[in-house]
């Protein structure tokens, strides 16, 4: 089969695809709504997937240039938050198979992520320009700023000992947000169990986070810092890619971003507002005890010195 062919074969495979999700995108809401018949939740984004890939099977014998994977954006509801995502077909017809992470240093199990392009964020932060989502409320809190207890001042004049000095923060002050968020609506996101590398040893149910809380090294230099991950961003929530596998941080409004810091990683670090570090996860055991150790409720060290009477 010639390459003319093969092109025009391919491109009327992405014109049918792309119907089949308008289609039924439009369709099953009005159905909905007429009461003819009922969805359970997620059945038009799995039908699109299925539809996909039966298309797509069709054609497995051919070798076109992989074309970019379709977004179609959706609105989710969950019991406790409330976001606009984008939702990847690719992600929807995940296969396990297809996917390993890259291989770490010899000695460590995850990897350095390097020459991140950095930024500052803070609880209870306000949209503005490069930050148009508000940080009241956080990928798995919807009251965060409500659990901090306050106003995470990121104003150098107004902080001492790496927190603010108008109150004493409930959560630990060292943390971070990497753009990805393994919960959906209900449950997980289909790739979690697969790509998240703690997903089976975590898991608490459907409801819970298996990423919150866990530990990231962040290096600046000859400082390295130890920070909790409590938020998904910036600007993505789906990069799975990047925050477990080998691609690089996607484009965006903030010098293609990959990685948000807390004031207390800004100043431990000596951080500009916008800034460059290398980072990678690590387990408990290897923390070693700092700033990041003292404070909060979600603070493994504070959860684990609680349990042995230490405090």
């Not at 359970?40 to 497995?60: D, E, M, N």
């Not at 941080?249 to 948000?260: E, I, Q």
Request: glycine residues 6%.
């Amino acid at each position: 089969m010639g390459t003319s062919e093969n092109s025009l074969r391919f491109t009327r495979i992405r014109v049918v695809a792309t119907e089949l999700i308008i289609e039924t995108l439009s369709l099953c809401p009005s159905a909905l709504r007429r009461g003819g018949y009922k969805m359970k939740p997620g059945t038009v984004t799995h039908t699109i997937a299925v539809l996909l890939s039966s298309i797509s099977s069709l054609f497995a014998h051919s070798t076109p240039k992989k074309a970019e994977p379709a977004k179609v954006r959706a609105s989710k509801k969950s019991d406790k938050l409330s976001e606009d995502i984008l939702l990847n077909v690719n992600s929807l017809a995940f296969t396990p198979g297809h996917w390993s992470p890259p291989p770490p240093e010899a000695g460590e199990r995850y990897p350095w992520k390097r020459n991140i392009v950095t930024t500052v964020f803070w609880i209870g932060e306000e949209p503005s320009a490069n930050n148009p989502v508000p940080n009241r409320s956080s990928s798995w809190d919807k009251y965060w700023t409500r659990s901090y207890g306050g106003f995470d001042d990121p104003n150098r004049a107004h902080r001492s000992d790496y927190i603010p000095v108008k109150f004493t923060p409930r959560q630990n002050p060292v943390y971070c947000a990497l753009p990805y968020n393994d919960k959906a609506a209900t449950g997980h996101r289909p790739e979690a169990p697969q790509v998240v590398p703690w997903f089976r040893e975590a898991y608490q149910g459907p409801a819970v986070s298996t990423c919150k809380g866990r530990w990231i090294a962040i290096c600046k230099g000859n400082r390295t810092v130890y920070a909790q991950w409590e938020d998904a961003g910036p600007f993505r929530t789906d990069h799975w890619q990047y925050v477990f596998g080998n691609e690089r941080p996607k484009p965006n409004l903030n010098k293609g971003a990959g990685l948000d810091v807390s004031p207390a990683v800004r100043d431990y670090l000596g951080l500009e507002e916008t800034d460059v570090t290398n980072w990678k996860f690590v387990e408990f055991s290897e923390v070693p005890r700092g700033p990041w150790s003292k404070l909060g409720e979600n603070n493994t060290f504070v959860i684990s010195d609680r349990k042995a009477g230490k405090i």
